[in-house]
């Protein structure tokens, strides 16, 4: 018999975890993704944090129309343990239709794209995307702009097929960042301009984050400073 008590004892703890209409994930894979395990004790939090993390990771893999129906609760006759049951409803995975990009005129569209693995015809998956994204990013940073931000914008479904979606990766390029001066600082024994100089830097040239980057790892190969801090960025 099911009992619903009004009022949980603090010692109630979760007995048992299942999974219904699951097909894509494996029972034991959606009891990993889970922040909590059998014997823990139970309460409404875990269940709002525990729906929010499945419904992540099935994102991840492009269900964007998962869902949690329900969660099904059989407690004890003493309420002392709990059962849960979580009905799913997966969706289908969602294949790209189309993958536009805006603001972008440092470099052309169609030519980063190219370099995409994610591309139309294949299923979205977020880290790729992410991945991605990060390559974009490197580009402008190395190419003078450290300050650029992409992105997901203007998400679509297809009304015909809910299995397809178009995208656009918007992006704030900022503006072209040069050196114009280089300041070393906690420096007692060695000067500033020899520091400089092996830093390989500039004041005129354009900034580059691999060549940032790359200052630390080369005055921490000369062996005369005890620490290396990494370079920050001020803008004026």
Not at 71 to 93: C, H, I, P, W, Y
Not at 191 to 219: F, T
Request: proline share 5%.
């Amino acid at each position: 018999m099911v009992f619903l008590p009004c009022a949980l004892l603090p010692q109630t703890k979760i007995a048992s975890i299942g999974f219904y209409g699951n097909h894509y994930f494996s029972q034991r894979e959606l009891l990993q993704f889970l922040p909590f395990s059998r014997g823990i004790e139970f309460s409404q939090e875990r269940i709002r944090t525990s729906i929010q993390t499945l419904m992540d990771q099935y994102r991840g893999e492009g269900f964007f129309f998962a869902r949690v129906d329900s969660v099904q609760r059989s407690f004890s006759m003493d309420s002392a343990t709990v059962g849960l049951d979580f009905f799913l409803n997966e969706g289908k995975q969602s294949l790209i239709a189309r993958i536009g990009i805006s603001g972008m005129t440092v470099f052309p569209p169609d030519d980063m794209r190219r370099q995409f693995e994610t591309v139309p015809g294949a299923l979205l998956h977020q880290a790729t995307l992410e991945k991605d994204i990060d390559n974009v990013l490197i580009r402008y940073e190395n190419s003078g702009y450290p300050l650029v931000k992409v992105h997901v914008d203007s998400l679509e479904i297809d009304s015909l097929d809910t299995s397809k979606l178009s995208f656009v990766l918007a992006v704030t390029e900022g503006p072209k960042v040069y050196l114009s001066e280089i300041k070393v600082e906690g420096n007692a024994l060695t000067r500033g301009n020899v520091i400089a100089r092996e830093a390989y830097l500039h004041p005129s040239e354009i900034y580059d984050q691999e060549k940032v980057d790359g200052i630390r790892r080369r005055l921490e190969r000369l062996g005369i400073f005890s620490s290396v801090g990494g370079p920050p960025l001020y803008l004026f």
